[in-house]
């Protein structure tokens, strides 16, 4: 049943088969998936600690993985709760496709950022059960006036989506009244070696992340946030994704990056509630005053690494895992057999010298070379054509999620800009930061404890 009972008679996407499936003797893609959204969301409880399992096939279990915590597998078409402690899509197991937004906000006018914050949580909570942006938002409101709803993903599945909102330092500023509001650990990454950020990829008042298992419902949701905020907010700059880089839940395997290598083999887990609480969620003595309000919540951390994908072609396998710390078939710490082995940073190699390098990657991020840091990794690789030179344009976009950005990303981030061999390879060329607020209770919306 549509949790928006003033649609009655409208075909929800989490229903509907896909257009011409049937006509060509085909099932609709909800049967090819599983089930339908609604009856695999039926029984899931939303909150800290809750698992939206997607499979992670028998591959993961032969690796070594410990064993899963987690819920039965949901079908990726699956609907996902939108209200909760915490935002969706943050300890939510990965989904393989995203649309991030970072955006300004153009008007002087409090009360239409307000009024904005406040549709968006409305629109965003129908586009993630499966419906509409607005009720009939497709052809509802007749044809003298444009439609609610753009129609891409009319007829799709809710497919997973999730999507989270972040404010950035910017937003804190004198044009709202909100300096009082800023939270202490919101502030710009400081400027590390080596990193090439362009204007154009960097900063932003606000950012949507859009996370679902179909490209188009992720890239509705985004267009259609866009859509309601037009002449309150513009796109900044914006980044689709593909293929997540790292497991946010045992339930899943850990994927690979563009260089071939299984990537966030260690990450911060949904199972972990003691982890994520120590290193994720912002603690209520964490944030005094005016940011109190971000108790629950998370602060995310936004980087576009483009990697030198053709120089790394050329570069023989033994030089690429010594660079990574990993072997490349497996993932397994290097001097040791499966993916996941406890690294072993004193032993040694045939030749007398340390089997993981000592400025392996693996080595240089570990949380026992820097007193005991840890973040939610999130990242998604990107292909985006070629540049003038017919190199292409690829690599991770980079997400992370943690308590305190200070604390966490800008220490590994420094450890990493000064020693790790890997930059040779890549380059950081678009950054953000952004306070992503806790999860909205009934009744509330995104922009009420900002403006309360």
């Known amino acids: 049943m549509s949790p928006f009972p003033e649609e009655a008679g409208v075909p929800e996407r989490a229903d509907a088969t896909v257009p011409g499936a049937e006509a060509d003797g085909g099932v609709s893609r909800r049967r090819l998936l599983g089930v339908s959204g609604t009856a695999a969301v039926a029984g899931v409880v939303a909150g800290a600690g809750t698992v939206y399992a997607v499979s992670r096939g028998d591959a993961a279990a032969a690796a070594g993985a410990p064993t899963s915590t987690a ?73 003298n006036r444009a439609p609610e709803d753009t129609g891409e993903a009319y007829g799709l599945p809710a497919s997973g989506l999730t999507i989270t909102i972040g404010y950035g330092p910017s937003l804190f ?30 900063g932003g008042d606000l950012c949507i992340q859009a996370c679902a298992n179909d490209p188009q419902v992720a890239v509705h949701a985004v267009r ?16 689709l994704g593909f293929g997540r880089t790292s497991s946010t839940s045992t339930a899943q395997a850990t994927p690979r990056n563009m260089f071939g290598f299984k990537d966030g083999t260690n990450n911060v887990k949904a199972e972990e509630p003691e982890g994520l609480a120590q290193h994720v969620w912002v603690a209520p003595d964490d944030e005094t005053g005016g940011g109190a309000w971000m108790s629950g919540g998370s602060y995310l951390v936004a980087r576009r690494i483009r990697m030198h994908i053709e120089v790394w072609d050329r570069t023989s396998l033994q030089e690429q895992e010594d660079i990574i710390g990993r072997d490349k078939k497996e993932g397994a710490p290097l001097g040791q057999a ?25 080595r240089l991020a570990h949380e026992s070379q820097l007193g005991g840091v840890r973040i939610l990794r999130r990242g998604y690789n990107f292909t985006d054509g070629s540049d003038g030179v017919g190199h292409l344009d690829a690599g991770l976009f980079f997400l992370a999620y943690m308590r305190d950005p200070g604390k966490q990303f800008v220490p590994m981030q420094r450890a990493l800009a000064k020693a790790d061999v890997l930059n040779e390879y890549i380059e950081h060329n678009g950054s953000a930061v952004f306070a992503c607020p806790p999860g909205v209770k009934d009744g509330e919306h995104w922009g009420q404890a900002l403006f309360a």
């Not at 996902?80 to 496709?97: K, L, N, S, Y």
């Not at 859509?227 to 907010?233: I, P, S």
């Open 71 to 143: 819920a039965p597998a949901l079908a990726l078409d699956a609907a996902i709760p939108f209200r909760g402690e915490h935002q969706a899509g943050i300890v939510t197991p990965a989904q393989d496709r995203l649309h991030f937004v970072a955006l300004d906000v153009v008007t002087k006018d409090p009360a239409q950022l307000r009024q904005l914050l406040e549709d968006w949580t409305r629109a965003a909570e129908r586009m993630t059960a499966g419906a509409e942006a607005a009720p009939g938002g497709l052809v509802g409101g007749g044809p």
């Open 173 to 202: 500023d004198d044009r709202f009244g909100l300096a009082s509001k800023r939270p202490a650990a919101l502030q710009d990454l400081p400027a590390f070696t080596g990193d090439q950020l362009d204007p154009r990829r960097t």
């Open 224 to 239: 259609n946030l866009v859509r309601l905020g037009f002449g309150v907010v513009a796109v900044r700059w914006s980044q």
């Open 338 to 362: 499966k993916e996941f082995d406890t690294l072993d940073f004193a032993k040694k190699g045939p030749d007398g010298q340390p089997a993981i390098p000592v400025n392996a990657h693996v």
